[in-house]
């Protein structure tokens, strides 16, 4: 059974650093792995698809990376801002959708 | 294009009670899913849709929960009778193709059952 962890569950960066996000899975036959981004109250934000074959991902600040015989991914955000604040999910394709359980990110002014 | 639309935005209701959610998807996208977010549990897939018939319903919590999609265009979850612990969010999400493309989400219905 797939499961999916994502740590830490909550971060707070003073704003300009560099940082990392973390997803791991345990069953890496999956099919893709997709990056959201979640505001309070709202839904989700797609910001990245990884497809099984590639190994990373680039839009913008944001970089993210797969390493499927690792069971890992990462979503690295350059130069933090205080509107990158919100919580990060990701999701793997393993014939259906399996999500994390987020981190938690606040970037301080 | 108008993104997926769901609705209502709020419901609340009493034990018991029928409610029925609805979501529209991204016109062209050919799957469709419902799921429930809670804070204990995080999101969850409930079931989805490709090309209007449910493929993966292992999801959905219980016999008291159902979902529909009865065109390319619209469907429904509906939960009759309604529990207190039913409360959460629920989106729907849709994408070309389940599996080889994004995700694109709805803004969620909240759901309150008292």
């Known amino acids: 059974k797939q499961e999916v962890t994502q740590i830490p569950a909550a971060l707070s960066v003073p704003e300009g650093e560099n940082l990392v996000l973390n997803c791991s899975f345990t069953?890496?036959?999956?099919?893709?792995l997709q990056w959201f981004r979640q505001d309070p109250g709202k839904g989700l934000t797609s910001l990245l698809l990884i497809q099984s074959s590639q190994r990373e991902q680039t839009s913008g600040r944001l970089n993210a990376s797969l390493d499927k015989s690792s069971g890992r991914s990462t979503l690295y955000i350059a130069a933090s801002q205080p509107g990158d604040s919100a919580t990060y999910l990701c999701?793997?394709?393993?014939?259906?959708?399996?999500f994390g359980t987020g981190t938690r990110l606040k970037v301080l002014a | 294009d108008a993104g997926v639309i769901q609705s209502p935005r709020h419901e609340v209701t009493e034990m018991g009670q029928e409610v029925t959610l609805r979501c529209k998807p991204i016109?062209?996208?050919?799957?469709l899913f419902w799921y429930r977010q809670t804070m204990m549990r995080g999101l969850e897939l409930l079931i989805y849709f490709n090309n209007n018939v449910p493929i993966d319903d292992s999801g959905m919590p219980e016999d008291r929960f159902s979902a529909k999609m009865p065109n390319a265009s619209f469907s429904t979850l509906k939960i009759q009778p309604s529990e207190p612990r039913d409360s959460a969010v629920y989106f729907c999400a849709s994408t070309v193709l389940a599996g080889d493309n994004e995700q694109f989400f709805g803004p969620g219905t909240r759901l309150t059952v008292l």
């Open positions: 069953d890496s036959a999956i099919y893709n």
């Open positions: 016109s062209g996208h050919n799957s």
């Open positions: 999701a793997v394709w393993s014939y259906k959708y399996i």
